[in-house]
């Protein structure tokens, strides 16, 4: 349901889970769902409201609400909700930290002691920054990166995680051309520049439309080059309305034991949930991956999927 709505209204997959948890909900809580179906309650005040009525407190709650804002609804589905060693439990098994690749920006939820010990930290460290220009926000920024490219104490080696741009030797040069972050978008001259200065480099050449040419297509399995051009092209699960950019498959349209070719137009990135719809719940493929796949659903309704409007790109960047 969540990628349905992301599809059909345009919405982020954080605005489409909202809706589908206080739908669910609201299904039993029939005064509330009419005090917002006609207006008079805000979804921002029905969100948190949902949290905490029943259907023996739904009447009192949908009129008690009106007089609220929407802070103070929260305020009281806070307050309402006294934890258990029950709830404590279920708390620490829901926790999660998710990435907006689009804002760069990240949201996640923990038990009260892991917020605590990963506030503490980062605070600490915070405080102990150069105060200079820098806001207390921004310090805290500078101490989540640094924690996160720091080693493990004595003994144990730095951990450097694997970071992939795609540049133009060009522009890496100061000339034309263009540079961006794996699945995250375009790069500065100088930005790019500093993560090549202590790389790892892959040289790839490119066909005049900015794609790598393809080599060893013979076998079953993708190469590491084409996986890493496959990546820019689709920067995610290219099923309609799939937001998921990790934990993801690249999954032959045209089987490989069928006769279809390990090359990147027959090639597509799928998340797990939907590589096993395309092989055990009855949906197909068809079409060239750098053009345009059409999905067909087990009752015949098709959709589409097009690459990142960023692929096709010559050496002057993206399209503008």
Known sequence: MVAWLVQRCSVTATTAREWVTAAEKLENLPKISEALSQGKLSFDQVKPLVQVAKPDTDAHLAEAATKWSAKQVRELAVATNRQTDIQAA????????????RRRSFSGCLPEDQYARVKGALTARAGRRPKDAATFEQRMADSLVDVCGSGGGAGVPSHRPTVVVHADLTYLAGGEGAAELDVLGPLSPEVARRLACDAKIVLSA????GQSIQ???????????????????DKGCRFPGCTYTEFTDVHHVVHWLNGGPTAIPNLVTLCDQHHRAVHELGWKMSGDANISLSFRSPTGRVTTSTPSPTFHRSGAGPPG
């Open 90 to 101: 279920g708390l620490y098994s829901r926790r999660y930290l998710r990435f907006d690749d």
């Open 206 to 209: 490119d066909n005049e439309k």
């Open 215 to 233: 080599q060893g297509t013979a076998g079953r399995n993708p190469s590491s080059a084409q996986r890493l051009e496959i990546r820019r092209r």
